[in-house]
Every structure is written in C-alpha cells, then in structure tokens.
C-alpha cells in the first residue's frame, strides 16, 4: 500500500533518508524536509528502496531543477536543492559517515567548507555513443541503466568543452565510424582550449589502422586543437594526431596530462585543493602516496628539501617524470610501485617523514596500507578523499595508532551531485 514518509536528511550516495514503521526509507531525487508519497518499492530488508513517489509537500530547500534531462541522465543527483543546502548536506553526511564508520565524534560546525562555482565546472566527460540504424545516439547513462540519455547541452561541464564535443559528434555522425555496438568518447579540455580525445572501442569493431584512417579523413584545421588516440577496450591505444597530451596550468605550475592520466575534473577549484592540500606544510623529507601526474608533488617540491612520490600507474608515471622536468624540479623522486610494496620496501628510508600525502582512488586505501602509514610515525598526515565512507574507515585506524584528527575541511569539488572532496589533516599525539 502506499505510504508517506518525511525526508529527514541526504546519506551517502545522495538518496533522501526517512522513516516508515521504524525501517529506513531511501527516496531517490529528494530534498531534506520532502513529503513524499511512496507508491511503488524495493524491500530490501533492511531497507525501503523507493521506486515511484510524488512530492506532496516540498521542502522549502527544493528547487526547480535547471537542467531539462535532470532525472533522466545520470550524471547530477542533486540540482533540486538549492545550492547552499546542498553544502550543508554533504557536511551532515560526513559527519555521519565519522560518527558511525570511524567512531571519530565530530561536530559539522567544525568542519570547514569551501563552495564551488555551482555550473561550468568539469573539464572532462566521457560521452556514450551508438549508432541506432544510420543514426548516431550520444549522451550519458540513464539513470542507474546502461541506456543512453540523449543530451543537448550539459549545465556543469565547461562550456568550449561541450561546444567542441558537440562539433565532434556532428562529424562522428558524418562517418560510420563505430560500426556495431557502444563506444565511449573521452575528452579532457587543457589551456587555450586543447582538447585531448580518446575513442574508447568497446569490442573489436575495425582494426587500428582503419580507425586511425578514418579519424585523418577530418579537417586537419580542425584538430589543431586535439590529440586524439584510439583504444580498444583490453587492448592497446595508438595516437593519431597531436602530441599526445594537454597542458593545464595552475598557478605557474604546469601539468602535461596525457591519455590514461587522472587528473581533477572540477577546473574552477584547482588552485584551492592544492593549497588547502600542502600549502601549511614544510620541512625536509616528504611522501606523495597516488601522485599521479604530479598535482601535489610539485607544489611539495617547493615547500620540502625532498619529495618521494608513489604512483603504479604507468601513463602518470610518464607524465610526472615529464612534469618535474618541465617544470624544473630536481629534488622529487618516483617510485613506480603498488604503495604497500614501497612501503615494505623502504622502510629504512622513511624514518624521518615530515609529512604524508594521501590521495587514493575512491576504494580508499587497503587495510595494510593504512597501517604501515601509521607506523611511519610521521608528525602531519594530509589525507585527500572524494568518499566519506572509505575516509572515515581509514581514519579511525590512524586514530588506533596515536593520531589525532587537527582538521577536517570540505571542497564542493562536484556541485549539482552528491560527491565531495574532504581533506583531512593529522597529527601524531605521541612520540
């Protein structure tokens, strides 16, 4: 039978959180303060999955969505809110996350957060493209499916970004470039509108050679402005023009981005993650655990006599070695290892750390990792996540091995969704 249900707050994820006969309610696209109408679920036993609801009474937090695909595509979950609600939401998620993962009682009014510019932000997406017949279908994901939504503009992503895409598909559909089945698009946009480009074949739809021939075919004008590469899923990738890679400058740092290369999508807040990340920080030795290309092993190469940087990913590697050198630094070293292994490794050499930097992928960092961060035993630990679930887990082991959390500070580095960048900063109680 349906039922109502008062949405108290957002948890992980981005779902609206209520109660209905004391069992947990998870409403999809709702708002702190909605009151729903649930007509339709999921028991999931533990929980309720709300599959289709009405808004009875909106929140006086609830907004007219701005983007007409908003509940369609699957890439933004929380334009309903307004802005500034939003903010405050993913502090209480952390919050929560703390309290019941990390056992680490915090309190959101001591919690720092830095907004974001709220649209035209990304500077990387990854478009899904088929052909349909003789037509050619490109956007994102469907909500929680693998169909694809048809998109004709996207609020938060850059806007020479999205103009380029757009004029790149208006060729792809001039060619029958995919053949059968799905493809990805990748674009990355760099300085004075470069793009770097990849063509991600899911199967073995032509050979290299004859994609490679087909992509030459277009106005060699036009792709002064990209490198372009193309990829079969579990194979290998061929460049097949430009040079590779597109520069992002931040600060009077500059990175070379390559193809494979992680690097932060939110283009507006760049400078602000890396100085809230390792502007404090001084001293003589430190370690860079996930560097990447480098984001914040340059900025340490100024601030420490030496900087160890560990990154497994052979494309970040490339990049960071070509990154030091572009920007003249002579004094970080890298580690091509899985971080456990260095760890293990050179345990001897890492005895008198002035600081450790964290930024692992969403997963977080395994169970061992963890420890032998700790038992490093250095003075400042600057953990940089994008889960709260996997942060506070990993940070209720430092605090089992002497370390106490200084402070904890949230970047709205993905407005409009339910992610977020926290960066948390520790410090050995005892010697």
């Not at 109502?4 to 709702?30: A, C, N």
């Not at 004008?221 to 400058?249: D, H, M, N, P």
């Not at 590697?317 to 290892?337: A, E, K, M």
């Not at 293990?344 to 450790?356: I, K, P």
Request: with cysteine; charged share 20%.
């Amino acid at each position: 039978m349906p039922f109502s249900v008062t949405i108290q707050r957002l948890i992980p994820g981005g779902r609206g959180y209520g109660l209905y006969e004391g069992r947990p309610v998870f409403v999809p696209l709702s708002a702190p303060g909605d009151h729903i109408l649930v007509r339709s679920v999921k028991d999931r036993k533990s929980y309720i999955e709300a599959l289709e609801f009405e808004v009875l009474q909106p929140s006086p937090v609830r907004k007219l969505p701005p983007c007409p695909h908003f509940g369609i595509c699957g890439g933004c979950d929380l334009q309903q809110i307004e802005e500034g609600t939003q903010l405050s939401a993913k502090r209480e998620i952390l919050v929560d996350a703390l309290q019941r993962i990390g056992k680490i009682q915090f309190l959101a009014s001591e919690i720092k957060s830095t907004p974001s510019p709220f649209w035209h932000y990304r500077n990387r997406i990854q478009l899904k493209v088929k052909w349909d017949g003789d037509q050619l279908v490109w956007g994102f994901y469907r909500t929680g499916t693998h169909e694809i939504a048809l998109l004709n503009d996207c609020l938060i992503t850059l806007t020479p970004l999205w103009l380029f895409s757009e004029r790149l598909m208006k060729w792809l559909n001039a060619r029958y470039l995919l053949m059968n089945g799905h493809t990805s698009v990748e674009i990355l946009q760099g300085d004075n509108e470069e793009f770097l480009v990849e063509f991600q074949l899911e199967s073995q739809q032509a050979s290299d050679e004859d994609l490679a021939g087909i992509i030459r075919e277009f106005d060699r004008a036009w792709f002064r402005q990209a490198s372009t590469y193309v990829s079969q899923r579990f194979g290998r990738s061929i460049l097949v023009t430009g040079r590779g890679f597109v520069s992002k400058t931040v600060g009077d740092l500059v990175y070379q981005v390559g193809q494979g290369s992680f690097f932060q999508v939110n283009e507006l807040m760049l400078s602000t993650l890396r100085n809230c990340a390792s502007v404090e920080a001084t001293g003589r030795t430190a370690l860079d655990l996930f560097s990447g290309v480098g984001f914040f092993s340059l900025a340490l190469a100024r601030r420490f006599d030496q900087v160890l940087a560990v990154e497994l990913s052979p494309s970040s590697g490339r990049d960071l070695r070509r990154n030091l050198v572009l920007n003249r630094f002579s004094n970080c070293q890298l580690f091509t290892q899985e971080a456990t292994v260095f760890l293990r490794e050179h345990r001897n050499r890492l005895r008198a750390l002035d600081l450790v930097l964290l930024n692992p992928p969403r997963a977080g960092l395994p169970m061992d990792t963890v420890a032998e961060v700790a038992c490093l035993r250095a003075p400042l630990v600057v953990y940089v996540s994008c889960d709260p679930t996997t942060l506070s887990r990993d940070l209720g082991v430092f605090l089992k091995h002497q370390y106490e959390v200084s402070s904890l500070e949230i970047l709205d580095l993905f407005p409009q969704t339910h992610h977020f960048e926290t960066v948390a900063k520790l410090r050995r109680v005892c010697a």
